[in-house]
């Protein structure tokens, strides 16, 4: 099926989110959608899926009027999208998740052991048969969520996919079996819609790439006719000189200890240490223990045993509040659950920590003191919004976990964990992201980055973890750090 889409005007509240932005993809073809945070990406795929009704503008399906007005109506016609944000029914199982739209109709009964046969068929073909059909979605690692959404997906067996960011929590193990299932699909003549800020993803997988700016389309191109700098500038308007800015850091005295941590089945006998000044990366395929441990940590999830020392004080993390308070913060990976909450504004969301450097020693909030920091904050992250004032969830992905960052800046924790910390974000907002905890290292803070991007991990550590099984598989130094080296440790191969 081809799909074109010309004219589309979109706008919130007086913004304009698309302005006569078009798109044009054949069936049989991996179409790149390119684009910053705010570029007006999702809000397209919004309009195509029927989650938002578009102001102006046609969209066509083999040259005939879509007349897409509900998701509902995008569903009946082939359309299917894999949000970034996962929308599982966390309570219901994998494979009543993944056949939802056969579940509640009057007069049908629901065969569940049917379902769960064709949700083993599914997963198992996309190479997943690991995945319990029968086990509710909810208690999942992110990544297997993400695969439970592309399966749903493809339940339906759509003649248009977007994918909408798919390998952001996968390992390069799961990203290597979704393009094989892409290539596949492609083969029989689905028209694949491809968004990611990945750009060695887009030149590996796509045909052709559309680039929005500012809700406009700047244009579309052959990927063989474009590189990654010419891409990085077409998307952002300059050149991108540098991934990972400079570092001017002098690493200093251990800050955090942590000795023989054991939290559940997933934390076994964990000890490392980080300094003040360092950016400490943590790696891993997904499943290794790497978020449970950090969660342990922040006091979001029980120890077992062992021991947390900062500045050689022995400490204990019952609580997140309790972690804040003793100068630890963490930017969890899940931004949408944990991070940010999505109805309140940027200013509430940006001040609501333990830790608010804004109250008086009367307990007096200094509301102009407060507005200013933040806005700072907000300047140097680049964030994208309609003011201080605006709810989160107005935002896109990537201005939301600016947000989520902007909590623990303003609370000037003396450690902090970043987990994914680029998760979903454009090429031009990570660089100004590892800016921001470059900073912060520099002012003395001590970095614990859990990356599933190898690149990211590579350029940014000063040392890496490597954990494997719920443990520490093994400690590379800033000279060893590199591809095959981490991926030796994590799966547990000898170099």
Same mark, same amino acid.
């Given at each position: ?116 046969? !064709?949700?083993?068929? #599914?997963?198992? @073909?996309?190479?997943?048969? =690991?995945?319990? %059909?029968? &086990?509710? +979605? ?91 700098? !010419?891409?990085?500038? #077409?998307?952002? @308007?300059?050149?991108?000189? =540098?991934?990972? %800015?400079? &570092?001017? +850091? ?10 023989k941590l054991n939290a559940g089945p997933m934390v076994r006998d964990v000890s490392f240490s980080v300094r003040a000044g360092e950016v400490l990366g943590v790696s891993?395929?997904?499943?290794a223990g790497r978020t449970e441990t950090m969660r342990a940590i922040f006091g979001a999830d029980r120890i077992d045993s062992g021991i947390l020392r900062l500045a050689g004080r022995e400490i204990r993390n019952a ?37 608010? %450097?804004?109250?008086? +020693? ?110 520490? +598989? ?22």
């Amino acid at each position: 099926m081809n799909l074109e889409m010309s004219g589309i005007e979109k706008a919130f509240g007086g913004i304009a989110a698309l302005r006569g932005a078009s798109l044009q993809a054949r069936g049989g073809e991996v179409h790149g959608l390119m684009g910053e945070n705010g570029a007006g990406k999702s809000t397209l795929m919004k309009i195509l899926s029927g989650t938002y009704r578009r102001d102006a503008g046609q969209v066509l399906l083999d040259g005939a009027e879509a007349g897409i007005d509900t998701p509902h109506d995008a569903i009946a016609r082939g359309i299917s999208v894999i949000y970034q944000e996962f929308s599982l029914a966390g309570h219901l199982s994998v494979a009543e998740n993944v056949l939802i739209e056969e579940l509640g109709h009057p007069g049908i009964r629901v065969d569940l052991p049917d379902m769960v046969r !064709r949700t083993r068929a #599914l997963l198992t @073909g996309m190479g997943f048969g =690991d995945i319990d %059909p029968m &086990r509710p +979605a909810g208690e999942l690692p992110v990544a297997y969520q993400q695969v439970v959404e592309i399966c749903k997906a493809l339940s339906r067996d759509s003649a248009i996919l977007v994918f909408d960011e798919p390998t952001a929590v996968l390992t390069h193990h799961e990203t290597e079996k979704l393009f094989r299932l892409i290539r596949d699909l492609k083969a029989r003549g689905v028209c694949i819609l491809y968004i990611s800020h990945r750009l060695e993803e887009i030149f590996a997988l796509c045909d052709r790439v559309t680039v929005l700016k500012d809700g406009q389309t700047v244009g579309s191109w052959p990927t063989a006719e474009l590189d990654e700098k !010419r891409l990085v500038k #077409l998307m952002i @308007g300059r050149d991108l000189s =540098d991934l990972f %800015p400079p &570092r001017k +850091a002098v690493i200093g005295d251990v800050l955090l200890e942590v000795e023989k941590l054991n939290a559940g089945p997933m934390v076994r006998d964990v000890s490392f240490s980080v300094r003040a000044g360092e950016v400490l990366g943590v790696s891993g395929l997904v499943g290794a223990g790497r978020t449970e441990t950090m969660r342990a940590i922040f006091g979001a999830d029980r120890i077992d045993s062992g021991i947390l020392r900062l500045a050689g004080r022995e400490i204990r993390n019952a609580t997140p509040g309790q972690a804040v308070r003793n100068g630890i913060g963490m930017l969890p990976e899940d931004r949408k659950q944990q991070g940010v909450l999505l109805d309140l504004s940027i200013l509430v969301n940006a001040t609501m920590t333990p830790a608010n %450097p804004f109250v008086s +020693a009367f307990g007096f909030l200094r509301k102009g003191a407060e507005r200013a920091g933040v806005e700072r904050i907000a300047a140097s992250l680049r964030l994208k919004s309609a003011g201080l004032d605006a709810p989160a969830g107005t935002l896109s992905g990537g201005n939301q976990q600016k947000v989520a960052l902007m909590k623990w800046i303003v609370a000037q924790c003396r450690v902090l964990i970043f987990d994914e910390p680029t998760r979903g974000v454009d090429v031009g907002a990570k660089v100004e992201i590892y800016r921001v905890m470059n900073e912060l290292a520099e002012a003395g803070a001590a970095i614990i980055m859990v990356s599933s991007e190898m690149i990211e991990v590579i350029g940014m550590s000063d040392r890496v973890i490597v954990m494997r099984r719920g443990a520490i +598989a093994g400690e590379l130094r800033k000279e060893q750090i590199g591809e095959e080296a981490i991926i030796h440790l994590a799966m547990g191969t000898e170099a």
